[in-house]
């Protein structure tokens, strides 16, 4: 397939690259009226319009006036659940705050509750619907997590769904597994004993069944401690599985550094951070993830972008689509929302919604930006003026077309 009069071609970058540090981030580069060649689902080649091939044998498309960009990474969401939880939306608009829901059996445990009884079926179709939006809203490569299951088989059917919807769909998914999301109510006076059963019981068969990539634990006041942390990390390492972690969404207590110190492959949040877990992340290989509409949607602080990225680090934007905090998986938002209130440039987003992203989830070789030999995952926008319009004009996204692996994505919903 040749596409050809593109207005602007986004992200266009040689291989190699791993991820974008503080000031490489404010470099977006583009190759104007340009044209991109597709072969075998993998970027071919590309270059300007007075280089196209003039002998094209096959699909020729003609996007004159329109922009293409890579699909969006999303290395952090929670896809794989069960119902809603609009009632505690009300709540919370009515005074009660996301800690007091969550200490009253509500938040983590409410969704464990819907999903430990909804059939693997059940729960394969409402997850792959979410999916099938979020690869039409520009998504174009995913981690998902368990977490919402809390006992042995819950889990496992979680993780199950998350491996049967990576064998159906054309977009990578990188699936973790978060057992210690919360600490169930059978566990209530015994977290030591439910880690336990994590590591001695439930590790082996993830590993077994080669059903998890990463492993994840909400590190947070009242959820599980630096200790705990440390302990699932480590579990989860023997058996193969990087550490990607919740942490410093309510409280900083300590835990990027041991995500640091554990080679975390990121640590996700940041909504609060101090000086030391700036400086500890600075020339490593572990990237901070902020969730924007996280903080939107729970009215809490933005992670502070603007400090971090001064400082040299690298930042990577994702959504954490999940029925409590967050029921979104819309990456344009995110961009915008980065923008409008974490203060990051157009560029900077945009580098943290796809080559940054696909570095936390290990898919930087594949996906992520316009590269020869990179899986043809890219959108074409409507007609727009500059890619600046993508962010400003937030609420709305601009994608005319999104393809994975060169194949145009139509879903009927
Ligand atoms: O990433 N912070 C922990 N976990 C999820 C939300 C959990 C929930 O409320 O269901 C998150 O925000
Ligand atoms: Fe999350």
């Given at each position: 397939?040749?596409?050809?009069?593109?207005?602007?071609?986004?992200?266009?970058?040689?291989?190699?690259?791993?991820?974008?540090?503080?000031?490489?981030?404010?470099?977006?580069?583009?190759?104007?009226?340009?044209?991109?060649?597709?072969?075998?689902?993998?970027?071919?080649?590309?270059?300007?319009?007075?280089?196209?091939?003039?002998?094209?044998?096959?699909?020729?498309?003609?996007?004159?006036?329109?922009?293409?960009?890579?699909?969006?990474?999303?290395?952090?969401?929670h896809?794989?659940?069960?119902?809603?939880?609009?009632?505690?939306?009300?709540?919370?608009?009515?005074?009660?705050?996301?800690?007091?829901?969550?200490?009253?059996?509500?938040?983590?445990?409410?969704?464990?509750?819907?999903?430990?009884?909804?059939?693997?079926?059940?729960?394969?179709?409402?997850?792959?619907?979410?999916?099938?939006?979020?690869i039409?809203?520009?998504?174009?490569?995913?981690?998902?997590?368990?977490?919402?299951?809390?006992?042995?088989?819950?889990?496992?059917?979680?993780?199950?769904?998350?491996?049967?919807?990576?064998?159906?769909?054309?977009?990578?998914?990188?699936?973790?597994?978060?057992?210690?999301?919360?600490?169930?109510?059978?566990?209530?006076?015994?977290?030591?004993?439910?880690?336990?059963?994590?590591?001695?019981?439930?590790?082996?068969?993830?590993?077994?069944?080669?059903?998890?990539?990463?492993?994840?634990?909400?590190?947070?006041?009242?959820?599980?401690?630096?200790?705990?942390?440390?302990?699932?990390?480590?579990?989860?390492?023997?058996?193969?599985?990087?550490?990607?972690?919740?942490?410093?969404?309510?409280?900083?207590?300590?835990?990027?550094?041991?995500?640091?110190q554990?080679?975390?492959?990121?640590?996700?949040?940041?909504?609060?951070?101090?000086?030391?877990?700036?400086?500890?992340?600075?020339?490593?290989?572990?990237?901070?993830?902020?969730?924007?509409?996280c903080?939107?949607?729970?009215?809490?602080?933005?992670?502070?972008?603007?400090?971090?990225?001064?400082?040299?680090?690298?930042?990577?934007?994702?959504?954490?689509?999940?029925?409590?905090?967050t029921?979104?998986?819309?990456?344009?938002?995110?961009?915008?929302?980065?923008?409008?209130?974490?203060?990051?440039?157009?560029?900077?987003?945009?580098?943290?919604?796809?080559?940054?992203?696909?570095?936390?989830?290990?898919?930087?070789?594949?996906?992520?930006?316009?590269?020869?030999?990179?899986?043809?995952?890219?959108?074409?926008t409507?007609?727009?003026?500059?890619?600046?319009?993508?962010?400003?004009?937030?609420?709305?996204d601009?994608?005319?077309?999104?393809?994975?692996?060169?194949?145009?994505?139509?879903f009927?919903?």
């Open positions: 397939m040749l596409i050809k009069n593109i207005k602007e071609l986004i992200q266009v970058r040689e291989a190699g690259i791993r991820f974008l540090s503080g000031s490489e981030m404010k470099t977006l580069p583009t190759i104007e009226d340009a044209y991109l060649v597709i072969k075998e689902g993998k970027i071919d080649s590309y270059g300007e319009m007075k280089d196209c091939p003039s002998d094209y044998d096959g699909e020729i498309i003609d996007a004159t006036g329109k922009m293409i960009l890579p699909t969006w990474c999303d290395s952090h969401t896809i794989v659940y069960a119902g809603n939880r609009e009632g505690e939306f009300v709540d919370r608009i009515n005074g009660k705050t996301y800690k007091e829901i969550a200490d009253n059996g509500g938040g983590i445990l409410n969704s464990a509750k819907k999903l430990q009884t909804t059939s693997e079926e059940d729960l394969y179709e409402q997850s792959r619907k979410r999916l099938e939006e979020v039409q809203m520009g998504t174009g490569a995913v981690e998902i997590k368990s977490g919402y299951g809390l006992t042995k088989d819950a889990e496992l059917k979680m993780l199950r769904v998350i491996k049967k919807l990576n064998a159906e769909y054309d977009i990578p998914i990188k699936a973790t597994f978060l057992g210690a999301h919360a600490v169930p109510k059978e566990y209530k006076d015994d977290k030591a004993g439910y880690l336990n059963m994590l590591i001695n019981d439930v590790l082996p068969d993830i590993a077994t069944q080669n059903l998890a990539d990463y492993i994840d634990i909400f590190c947070e006041t009242g959820y599980f401690t630096v200790e705990d942390t440390v302990l699932i990390m480590t579990a989860g390492k023997a058996y193969g599985l990087t550490p990607k972690i919740h942490v410093n969404q309510f409280t900083t207590i300590g835990g990027v550094k041991a995500g640091v554990h080679d975390a492959l990121s640590v996700d949040h940041l909504e609060v951070m101090n000086q030391e877990d700036i400086d500890v992340l600075k020339g490593t290989d572990t990237m901070p993830v902020a969730l924007p509409s903080s939107y949607f729970l009215s809490i602080p933005y992670t502070p972008a603007r400090e971090m990225i001064d400082s040299g680090l690298p930042l990577a934007l994702a959504t954490d689509y999940n029925p409590g905090s029921p979104s998986g819309n990456m344009n938002f995110v961009v915008s929302t980065a923008c409008i209130k974490m203060k990051m440039t157009p560029e900077e987003a945009i580098n943290g919604a796809t080559i940054n992203g696909a570095y936390a989830m290990g898919l930087e070789e594949e996906v992520g930006s316009v590269t020869i030999g990179k899986r043809a995952n890219f959108m074409i409507e007609a727009v003026n500059s890619y600046g319009f993508l962010p400003y004009s937030f609420g709305r601009h994608i005319e077309a999104v393809y994975l692996d060169g194949k145009k994505q139509i009927n919903f």
